[in-house]
């Protein structure tokens, strides 16, 4: 079994920082791109930040400047920095990562639980 398990989410008031964290375990045997997404009430699931294996990252135009996405490739973990947030940052947010098990030859994307996150006074 591959697993991805998150943490790090809660509450922070406007302009506040939080770091999100998303470790992978299991019979891992290689993983790819990883990244985080986030899904608002009412609202569909949307990319936040990817990054490659190599390291080369993505992001939404929204979060740019403010997040910051990084990972361990010893630990087979994944973090999002995030600074500054404001109300509308607030969400579930995702871990994924794009990962081949022990064994096998394909390819296919894992889901973290999903951690909240609340930007409120």
């Known amino acids: 079994q591959v697993q991805l398990v998150e943490s790090g989410g809660g509450l922070v008031q406007p302009g506040g920082s939080l770091r999100l964290s998303c470790a992978a375990s299991?019979?891992?045997?290689?993983?790819?791109?990883m990244g985080w997404y986030r899904q608002a009430p009412g609202k569909e699931r949307e990319l936040v930040a990817t990054?490659?294996?190599?390291?080369?990252?993505n992001y939404a135009d929204s979060v740019k400047g403010r997040f910051t996405i990084s990972r361990d490739n010893a630990k087979n973990t994944v973090y999002l920095q995030m600074n500054s947030l404001k109300p509308e940052d607030t969400a579930v947010y995702y871990c994924?990562?794009?990962?081949?098990?022990?064994?096998?030859?394909?390819?296919?994307?894992?889901w973290g639980q999903g951690t909240q996150v609340t930007v409120s006074s």
């Open positions: 994924n990562a794009n990962m081949r098990r022990q064994g096998t030859y394909s390819w296919r994307d894992y």
């Open positions: 990054i490659t294996s190599g390291g080369s990252t």
């Open positions: 299991g019979s891992i045997r290689s993983i790819n791109n």
